[in-house]
């Protein structure tokens, strides 16, 4: 009796599982060779690296959306990707913010990615915006 138990609350897990289970994945990585950047107009500028990967056996249309405080910008990068089924696809974006005062600290932002088809279906991903230290946005 206690092992019929203990059976159906395994297999009730399990289908919970993949009933909740989102059918891709992405992950964020900050460039290394190019923490942060002063941009010409004066902007400061971060490059990320996006892995984005299509777990399911159809294509997919996924939107991608800058989570972040106002003034920061998706400047490089696709808003609108298509992945062949269990593909992977990596994209390397950046992400301009206002300038910063001198003492300025790293900013909280995130990326979203939804499932076109089935909004509802998103993963978020935060990471850290990283403004260039004074000396080197005055040239130094």
Do not use: C, K, W
Not at 71 to 80: I, P, R
Not at 82 to 88: F, V
Not at 95 to 103: I, S
């Amino acid at each position: 009796m206690i092992y019929g138990a203990l059976l159906a609350a395994a297999v009730t897990s399990f289908v919970v599982a993949l009933a909740v289970r989102v059918p891709f994945e992405l992950r964020v990585s900050h460039n290394a060779s190019s923490l942060s950047a002063a941009l010409a107009d004066g902007r400061a500028g971060n490059a990320y690296t996006l892995r984005i990967e299509n777990r399911a056996r159809q294509a997919r249309d996924f939107a991608l959306a800058l989570d972040a405080p106002a003034g920061f910008d998706l400047l490089a990068g696709e808003s609108l990707i298509r992945l062949e089924p269990t593909s992977s696809l990596e994209l390397r974006i950046f992400v301009a913010a206002p300038p910063a005062a001198a003492d300025a600290r790293p900013a909280q932002i995130a990326f979203s990615l939804s499932d076109v088809a089935r909004p509802e279906r998103r993963v978020r991903r935060g990471t850290t915006f990283v403004y260039a230290s004074a000396g080197a946005r005055n040239g130094r």
